[in-house]
């Protein structure tokens, strides 16, 4: 039998469904049927009211949770839409008057703390000192309720297994985190890193099934903080990195039960955490330049290229032709929260307007749908001069529809101080450049950020002033205004900005680091750093990469390399390695280095790496195996592909005389010289000096692995060594 609760639960339901499917008239229609028959109830007026509010129909939000609030006044949950109902107008003086009152109230209630912070992100008036006071209470609040402050858990040498990397966010979905990360987890070289995606979210979609096949996925939604934090430390996450931040959903209050050696905050937030248990923030240096530091309780890493990677949604429209040609006028536009709107930002706006004759203005976003808050939005642009005829309000629509609408806009106006992020890609994306004005805070430097990375620093405002005459002198020069939009595609897509594989490497290289450096600190001045000088490196982000008995604390690269273009510590040859000193290093490493250098030539690259080495010290070194290569030529498989590497199909032709579409390229110094057999290279690292050697033949890579001691070790300790560095 249904009761009358069940009832208005499953409208509830049906009223979302016609949301999800955009037929809004039917949502409001069950919406106000369930007001009409369960009015004189609390929940079914909230649960009515948090839909509306999440579509943006504000008024009618209001009117469910004032009645709400009159049936139950200690009933909190009223008050709490209320107050984000209040954030999303724009009145963050009230927002910030009602969170003050719950907090009050509810000292201890997790989502009200958490929407109080997030709230005085988007408050233009709350200064920057505040803010950080106000985290760091919470900090330590959390820590409190997580039973206090808890000692680091040991951090592990992990010589013989990749790094694991748990990622937690409520928002593994079509939502801006999910959509910067997806690419990111897939593009982790799986022989460094072992990803895991702790989702604490309720929606499941197409980004999360991408998600889910590059990752060990765990969903994590129903599960508490007790039992989250226990299932991290059987996972044996060596680095955990939250991706929500104080957002919605978040499982920020994990980390204050420390269930992973090193912690670090990234992406979906933009301020600290307040956690003192946090070890570091990634930013860059557009987000946080010199001086930042006394904004957060967490170390700041700046990555060296971006904070994020951008990658479109496969289904983005081309780019279309400047509407100021067929309209006549310029037409700006915003598609941001309008909880980010505020008055100084109207000012600024309302001047633009009225510099540059017969522009408009559309503004879409979600509240839009609120004939009320449209009339204010209006108004308020009235009481600066500007009519409402000048002002497009548009109102939410699929995410495909909302790209296909800058079709209608020339210049993208970002709000201030809470920026674009994903919109403004969104914008430059669909050929739309965006001017910006950064600020203090980390969330006011967003476009900032995407602009410099991209080499647009003629579109950043240096105060209010400027902001608005870069705005009025874009739109008056049609010329640059096109230029702009047939290139702004290209202008990403050869910026770092879209380059995922190499910034998944910096990202990945970045937390590698970090765990390393925590554990030297952890274990103080006993530990002996050992220097590993790797050979032939390539550029930091593509070349070859160090085995995984090297990439632990203990060990210091230096990286050597012939050309100055890949930006090696040291610059130099194999064949004189005279920029190095006799017995400096602990190991080398060669990979596919030796065959670049005739067979007369070998003996003067062993002996130098002889050189270098410390007494004790040892060699690796790989190349192709040429008695596997041979198998292939027999089978004549010359041209056939024998296995696949990041720079595409090797075939026995390449390993014969080197990378052969390198060398087309012009790269010819890519050819090789030489080859080897586990036998002459065993030969030739005798006659050079080495004492004792022990390799391997390895049937993947078609490649030979040799370990070669500087000193005579015995069968026990040779064979120790090549266990330990070799592959398996």
Known sequence: MTTPDSEWSNSVKTAHAFAQLGRFD??????????????????????????????????????????????????????????????????????????????????????????????????????????????????????????????????????????????VSADFCQHTVGLLVKDVLAAHDTTRVTVFAYSAGQVKDWVTGGIKASSQFRDVAAVNDLDLAALIRKDEIDLLVDLSGHTAGSRLTVFAHRPAPVQVSWLGYFATTGLLCMDAVLLDAWHAPEGFESRFVESIIRLPRSRFCYKPVPYAPEVSALPCLRNGYITFGCFNNTGKLNGAVFDAWAQILQAVPDSRLVLKWRTFADEAFCQTVWHGFAQRGITSERVELRSASFHVAVLREYAAIDIAL?????????????????????????????????????????????????????????????????????????????????????????????????????????????????????????????????????PPAFQIAEWKEVRFDIDPANAPDIVGSMLDMTAVASERVDAVYSAHNIEHAYAHEVAVVLKEFLRVLKPQGYLVVTCPDLQAVAVL????????????????????????????????????????????????????????????????????????????????????????????????
């Open 26 to 167: 039917e949502m409001l229609a069950v919406c106000q049927g369930i007001i009409n028959a369960h009015g004189n109830k609390v929940d079914p007026l909230l649960d009515v009211g948090a839909l509306l509010l999440n579509f943006g129909y504000l008024s009618l939000a209001d009117n469910c949770c004032l009645r709400a609030f009159k049936l139950a006044p200690d009933d909190f949950r009223a008050v709490v839409n209320l107050a984000n109902l209040a954030r999303d107008a724009g009145d963050h003086a009230e927002s910030r008057r009602l969170y003050a009152a719950l907090r009050k109230q509810l000292p201890h209630h997790p989502v009200i703390r958490r929407n109080a912070l997030v709230s005085l992100e988007y408050d233009p008036l709350v200064p920057d000192d505040e803010r950080l006071v106000q985290a760091c209470a919470w900090g330590e609040w959390a820590t409190l309720q997580a039973g206090g402050f808890r000692k680091r858990p040991t951090l592990h040498l992990h010589e013989r297994r990749p790094l694991r990397i748990g990622y």
């Open 414 to 546: 970002d709000p201030f101080p809470f920026t674009g992020g994903l919109t403004s890609c969104e914008a430059l994306w669909m050929g739309v450049p965006v001017i910006t004005w950064p600020q203090s805070r980390v969330v006011s430097r967003q476009t900032f950020a995407l602009l410099g990375v991209i080499d647009l620093p003629g579109l950043v405002a240096q105060d209010a002033d400027d902001y608005v005459r870069i705005a009025v002198e874009l739109a008056s020069d049609r010329g640059r205004l096109a230029t702009l939009r047939s290139g702004l595609r290209e202008r990403m897509q050869k910026s770092p900005l879209m380059d995922n594989a190499g910034f998944t490497r910096q990202l990945e290289q970045t937390l590698i680091d970090l765990y390393h450096h925590i554990q030297i600190q952890e274990r103080g001045t006993t530990m002996t750093i050992k220097t590993v000088l790797h050979v032939g490196c390539g550029h930091r982000d593509s070349g070859a990469k160090l």
């Open 633 to 728: 030529v027999a089978e004549d498989k010359l041209s056939d592909p024998a296995y696949h590497s990041p720079a595409g199909p090797i075939t026995p032709l390449d390993m014969l005389y080197g990378h052969g579409a390198a060398i087309a390229a012009g790269h010819h110094y890519m050819a090789y010289k030489c080859g080897f057999t586990l036998k002459t290279l065993t030969l030739a690292l005798t006659a050079a000096g080495f004492q004792t050697i022990a390799g391997k033949r390895c049937a993947k890579g078609l490649d030979l692995w040799v370990v070669a001691s500087k000193m005579t070790l015995n069968e026990v300790e040779i064979r120790e060594l090549a266990e330990k560095v070799l592959p398996g």
